[in-house]
């Protein structure tokens, strides 16, 4: 599974040597001089082969150690980028406020992915905010209208939440061992979803009252939440927070 860094503003890399009882550490730093046009940073991405993709406000850009170059100029330029993966079968995808694209590499063929399965709506529709790798053979998309996935082998769509009137729009997907979602949205609320009784929890935070930012689910299971204004938030999910 492909490693998140989430950050704002530029784009630092850090990297450190060890001398002596030290540690000193020196900082590169990539923007308007190694060809990254924007230097508003939504999230780093990494693909199977190393590189560095950096989702930008206006598009996306790949690292190759050395400089960056923008990506699929005449399709993304202009996009907020949120999101990319590269999937088991190497193909990319590529998150962004008007929709899904997906580029095959076999083909070089570069489409906006329709997730409404209706010609009569808008292909670039709903906004996507997060792709998760939910196993080689599918992906899940946290998007305007709630959690779509996507079968890899044959590109099925299918709208996970559309029977729960309560979730809509879904800012992050987090899945823990038993293949349960946590999720937040656009209100900062975190709900628990049941995916095989198809049920959705809301999952009070009692007096923490925080506005949510992030949230990360660790094997030991433990969610944590990166909140606005009340810290990092630990919840064993076993025992409450």
């Not at 998140?4 to 784009?11: A, D, S």
């Not at 690292?63 to 993304?76: A, F, I, P, R, W």
């Not at 599918?138 to 996507?150: D, H």
């Not at 975190?190 to 009070?204: F, G, M, S």
Request: negative net charge; aromatic residues 14%.
């Amino acid at each position: 599974m492909m490693r998140h860094i989430r950050i704002m503003g530029m784009i630092v890399l850090l990297s450190i040597t060890y001398m002596g009882h030290g540690q000193f550490y020196s900082f590169k730093t990539i923007s308007n001089n190694k060809g990254l046009g924007y230097t508003w940073v939504n999230d780093i991405c990494c693909d199977h082969e190393g590189y560095f993709w950096f989702c930008t406000v206006n598009s996306i850009y790949r690292y190759n150690g050395v400089h960056c170059e923008e990506y699929l100029t005449d399709k993304l330029h202009g996009l907020r980028i949120t999101d990319f993966l590269q999937d088991a079968h190497l193909n990319y995808w590529i998150a962004s406020d008007q929709g899904l694209l997906h580029h095959r590499l076999q083909e070089d063929s570069t489409f906006y992915f329709n997730l409404d399965q209706d010609e009569t709506l808008s292909i670039k529709s709903p906004k996507v905010h997060q792709i998760y790798e939910e196993s080689d053979s599918s992906i899940l998309l946290a998007t305007s209208k709630g959690i779509y996935r996507i079968n890899l082998s044959n590109y099925d769509v299918s709208l996970l939440t559309e029977s729960l009137n309560q979730i809509e729009e879904v800012n992050k997907i987090e899945v823990d061992v038993d293949g349960n979602f946590w999720i937040f949205n656009n209100l900062s609320e975190l709900w628990y979803i049941y995916t095989k009784q198809n049920e959705a929890i809301k999952y009070e935070l009692h007096n923490h009252g925080a506005e949510i930012y992030s949230i990360h689910y660790t094997n030991n299971d433990n969610l944590w939440l990166a909140s606005h204004g009340n810290g990092a938030i630990c919840i064993q999910v076993n025992k409450g927070i």
